[in-house]
């Protein structure tokens, strides 16, 4: 592969190695060993079209601690404001000879786009309601070094599925990984196609929580609703938000994660965000490991080293 766009289309063994890759950078992190500089001397372009701080601060610290020449383009101080097309951004960003692009875009496809125009590998960081590549990874990392394995766990994600990159990444990661997928929202944000995504759909949170090993919690999110959708905090709390007494349907070793930004009291109450069972600061500390393994992968080429695929 010479982009990771999405985990559509990766294989389970393709997965299982970027998850190998990672764990060897969890370990470097751990012991602070920054001897391996796999990007030094390419120069690392992070493109961020929509907000971010856990993405784009990880690829930021990732790109420095394999020692690339890294620069940030925030697209609100950019040409973008001066209506500046994404072909012609993209182009823009090729001619500074950039060996690796980082994207993130509020556009579904918008990534691909920019990928089909450059030279060189492009990470999809995010876009639109389509794929969020590294966060399923950085997610079934921290489920495998938890739970031993992915495979065979009982994985809840519940919220805003309609909107969210981020479960339809999860969703293609964990059952390719043969976890058992349960996926649960009010009817309303709930994905038309998801028939066909080998999950067990639910609308009754409390009936999906039985028995869980892994709670995934979503966030709603309000900057994606067309007008007059947005459900009130309070009522979705009320059927949808994970509050210590509905943790306690799911097995006592059940882990909660969140992607973030998480909305406190609504999808998720601060008792259990900040309890015992979170593994959502795990999930950022695997976020870096995650994206340094994408970022020495797919640079392999460039740098003539054996790639992966
Ligand atoms: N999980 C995630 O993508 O967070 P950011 O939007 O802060 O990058």
């Not at 997610?139 to 339809?168: E, K, M, P, W």
Request: hydrophobic fraction near 40%; proline fraction near 5%.
């Amino acid at each position: 592969h010479r982009h990771l766009l999405g985990i559509e289309g990766l294989q389970p063994h393709e997965i299982a190695f970027l998850l190998d890759e990672a764990e060897r950078w969890v370990e470097a992190n751990r012991t602070r060993d920054q001897s391996a500089q796999p990007l030094s001397n390419l120069t690392q372009i992070n493109a961020f079209f929509e907000n971010s701080t856990r993405t784009l601060l990880s690829f930021e610290i990732a790109g420095k601690r394999l020692g690339a020449d890294l620069v940030n383009m925030h697209a609100a101080q950019s040409s973008v404001k001066k209506g500046e097309t994404l072909i012609d951004t993209a182009q823009t960003l090729n001619a500074m000879r950039a060996d690796v692009l980082v994207i993130r875009h509020m556009s579904s496809g918008a990534v691909k786009l920019i990928a089909d125009k450059v030279d060189c590998p492009v990470l999809n960081a995010g876009d639109g309601r389509h794929e969020h590549p590294t966060q399923a990874l950085l997610d079934a990392l921290t489920i495998r070094r938890r739970r031993g394995s992915v495979a065979g766990q009982r994985v809840v994600i519940c919220g805003d599925l309609l909107h969210s990159r981020v479960a339809r990444s999860n969703i293609l990661c964990l059952t390719a990984l043969a976890a058992e997928v349960r996926v649960c929202a009010p009817s309303t944000l709930m994905p038309p196609a998801i028939d066909r995504m080998f999950v067990t759909p639910y609308t009754d949170f409390d009936a999906a929580l039985e028995g869980a090993d892994v709670v995934m919690m979503l966030r709603v999110q309000n900057e994606r609703m067309e007008g007059g959708t947005i459900p009130s905090p309070r009522e979705y709390r009320l059927r949808y938000g994970l509050t210590p007494e509905r943790l306690a349907r799911a097995a006592p070793h059940a882990l909660v994660m969140h992607p973030g930004p998480m909305n406190r009291g609504v999808e998720i109450d601060s008792a259990v965000a900040d309890g015992p069972q979170s593994a959502i600061t795990e999930q950022v500390a695997m976020g870096v490991a995650v994206r340094m393994a994408c970022l020495d992968v797919l640079t392999r080429r460039t740098r003539k080293v054996e790639g992966w695929a």
